[in-house]
């Protein structure tokens, strides 16, 4: 488990990488680089989740390579890792799409897969 202390770390400071942008009254911005400071901040918020999971998915592939984990736990961390993976690309989508509202959604759901894979594997 020591060998893997590096990706769980990564993993975890992935998942608290971002947070929301601000609005003024009535959710108009004040100005443009208000925007622009939100798109940013979506991106990294974006990249964040995914940055996560990928740490996540690389750590749980090379525990299961190394036969760390098998048996019913690997098929839990299995269907952990792909409901993970389909959050992420939810997350991604919506992003993409630029829909603010399912993408937040989205990417707390993502969030809360990948937590759960890394308590999993930890």
Known sequence: MKRFRGFFILAALSLCACAAPASTIGGLPAAPAEIA???????????????????????????AQTNIIMGTPAEKIAALDRAA???????????????????????????????ALLRLVT
């Open 37 to 63: 400071d939100a798109t940013v901040v979506d991106e990294k918020a974006a990249l964040s989740v995914e940055i996560a999971y990928q740490a996540a998915a690389l750590s749980v592939k090379a525990m």
């Open 85 to 115: 993976y389909r959050a992420v690309r939810a997350a991604r989508a919506a992003y993409d799409a630029g829909n603010a509202d399912s993408y937040r959604e989205a990417e707390a759901i993502a969030r809360k897969h990948i937590a």
